[in-house]
């Protein structure tokens, strides 16, 4: 499986940047995909997952009620809409798949990574 992230930006605090990452390969294997992101000097941490069938969601608290993860199976693209974004917002955002579906907030049970993608929050 190969993931292809796309959508960084520059944008300024409350506004809105969505992400997308494209997947190719061996789709069938992929149970979830999920989106993280790494703050300089800070660990990778969980923003939202999704599984390929569309019927479970999940994200991290602090972005609950901001992010918004969806899909097109038709493109295998899976979408991040960021909106009320705040500067701690800041970072380089990885989208990830994992085969199993197991543990989708634990960075260590994804199979597979698409490159970085920064996001900017400031004014």
């Known amino acids: 499986v190969q993931l292809q992230a796309s959508g960084r930006g520059l944008v300024q605090p409350g506004g809105f940047l969505r992400l997308s990452c494209a997947a190719s390969g061996t789709i069938f294997s992929i149970n979830t995909m999920g989106w993280y992101r790494q703050a300089p000097r800070k660990e990778r941490e969980f923003v939202a997952a999704?599984?390929?069938?569309?019927?479970?969601?999940y994200y991290s608290d602090s972005v609950k009620g901001r992010f918004t993860i969806s899909r097109d199976t038709a493109k295998n693209t899976v979408y991040l809409q960021m909106n009320s974004l705040k500067p701690e917002d800041t970072a380089v955002y990885y989208c990830g798949a994992q085969r199993d579906g197991l543990r989708v907030e634990a960075v260590t049970s994804y199979d597979y990574w698409g490159q970085g993608t920064k996001v900017t929050v400031s004014s």
């Open positions: 999704l599984s390929w069938s569309g019927d479970r969601t």
